[in-house]
């Protein structure tokens, strides 16, 4: 990744999308879409993309598995308690 974002006005954006899709498409690095000095929008090459959707995922499911872990392993101990009836759990 670069030390420095790449960087490119609405107008640019506008006038030249074909040159900041290119920039996008030649690396990972994303390029920012800045309007009144703020940045609005990133576009990024759909690699990039479906590697940052699919690293998300895995750690999405990471987790939920450690979350069932630990759950199965606290009911084993008896630190959870199983129920049907859930109004007990409720603060009306």
Do not use: C
Not at 20 to 41: C, E, H, T, W, Y
Not at 45 to 70: M, S
């Amino acid at each position: 990744m670069n030390l420095l974002p790449h960087m490119v006005s609405a107008s640019d954006l506008q006038r030249d999308s074909a040159r900041i899709i290119s920039l996008a498409m030649s690396g990972d690095d994303p390029v920012f879409v800045v309007k009144n000095n703020r940045p609005q929008a990133a576009v990024i090459n759909l690699r990039r993309l479906k590697y940052l959707i699919d690293k998300t995922t895995d750690w999405e499911t990471r987790d939920a598995l450690e979350a069932i872990r630990i759950g199965e392993k606290e009911l084993k101990q008896g630190k959870l308690k199983s129920t049907t009836d859930f109004s007990e759990f409720l603060n009306d």
